[in-house]
């Protein structure tokens, strides 16, 4: 009896990120609804083919720092802490968020002379403090940065 041969499965070539089962849509907020709006309103609409997500909940809260979004710009996801999906948090703060994090798509980083690669160049801060609530959203970050800590 001649044995089949093994289908071999087609797995995805992109990186990790884009595997993960991970979703847009939150309790309170669409983050795709929210990127959409400062896409159009900060950058022309010039950010196309992104993925914004809610990340991994984790079983334990971070104890010293937090960390609210981060940005792959390789496999153009952006993921933003699910811990933000709640009712307290004010639609405008998850603006400022996805703000900062598209910056990083179009403000270039530097290297110093140290040989140490800086995102938050000054360019970034100056187009970062452009936001139109930066002011209120760094007071309300700092007011409420214990409420997402352990």
Same mark, same amino acid.
């Given at each position: 009896?001649?044995?089949?041969?093994?289908?071999?499965?087609?797995?995805?070539?992109?990186?990790?990120?884009?595997?993960?089962?991970?979703?847009?849509?939150?309790?309170?907020?669409?983050?795709?609804?929210?990127?959409?709006?400062?896409?159009?309103?900060?950058?022309? !609409? @010039?950010? &196309?083919?992104?993925?914004?997500?809610?990340? #991994? /909940?984790? %079983?334990?809260? $971070?104890?010293?720092?937090?960390?609210?979004?981060?940005?792959?710009?390789?496999?153009?996801?952006?993921?933003?802490?699910?811990?933000?999906?709640?009712?307290?948090?004010?639609?405008?703060?998850?603006?400022?968020?996805?703000?900062?994090?598209?910056?990083?798509?179009?403000?270039?980083?530097?290297?110093?002379?140290? !040989? @140490?690669? &800086?995102?938050?160049?000054?360019?970034?801060? #100056? /187009?970062? %403090?452009?936001? $139109?609530?930066?002011?209120?959203?760094?007071?309300?970050?700092?007011?409420?940065?214990?409420?997402?800590?352990?």
């Amino acid at each position: 009896m001649a044995k089949k041969a093994k289908r071999k499965l087609a797995r995805s070539t992109l990186p990790m990120q884009r595997q993960l089962n991970l979703r847009h849509e939150g309790r309170y907020f669409d983050l795709l609804h929210i990127f959409d709006r400062v896409n159009n309103r900060h950058f022309r !609409g @010039r950010l &196309r083919g992104y993925k914004v997500l809610w990340g #991994r /909940r984790r %079983k334990e809260r $971070p104890k010293e720092y937090f960390i609210f979004g981060s940005i792959q710009e390789e496999d153009r996801v952006i993921r933003i802490h699910p811990l933000l999906d709640q009712p307290f948090v004010p639609r405008w703060f998850l603006e400022y968020v996805l703000y900062h994090e598209m910056l990083h798509s179009v403000v270039p980083e530097e290297t110093d002379s140290t !040989g @140490r690669r &800086r995102v938050h160049t000054e360019e970034f801060y #100056r /187009r970062e %403090k452009a936001f $139109p609530r930066y002011r209120r959203a760094r007071r309300w970050e700092d007011e409420n940065l214990a409420r997402f800590l352990r």
